[in-house]
Nanobody, 115 residues
Framework: QVQLVESGGGLVQPGGSLELSCAAS????????MGWYRQAPGKSRELVAL???????NYADSVKGRFTISRDNAKNTVYLQMNSLKPEDTAVYYC?????????WGQGTQVTVSS
């Protein structure tokens, strides 16, 4: 059974930093695309960042230069380092791992950016 456990969300002031972690069990993460999505109130879920097995990464334009995705395949864990946070980054952040036809989601972790 595949399980994704996220941690690291919370309340942070504008300009601050947070690091999210997502530990996967039941898969060999090195062959999966691992990523982060977010959903703000009243909005659709959107891509934040993806990490591909070959080492490349993709980012939403809104987070480029501020967020960094990384992965530790030995620990089956993907991270999202978020710097220079803005109020508009406030959302529930979801971890996702996928390898067609499999697609798994974490339970979500709340990130609130507010003074």
């Amino acid at each position: 059974q595949v399980q994704l456990v996220e941690s690291g969300g919370g309340l942070v002031q504008p300009g601050g930093s947070l690091e999210l972690s997502c530990a996967a069990s039941g898969i060999i993460s090195s062959i999966y695309v691992m990523g982060w999505y977010r959903q703000a109130p009243g909005k659709s879920r959107e891509l934040v960042a993806l990490s591909h097995p070959g080492g490349t990464s993709n980012y939403a334009d809104s987070v480029k230069g501020r967020f960094t995705i990384s992965r530790d395949n030995a620990k089956n864990t993907v991270y999202l380092q978020m710097n220079s946070l803005k109020p508009e980054d406030t959302a529930v952040y979801y971890c996702n791992v996928r390898l067609f036809p499999f697609d798994y989601w974490g339970q979500g972790t709340q990130v609130t950016v507010s003074s």
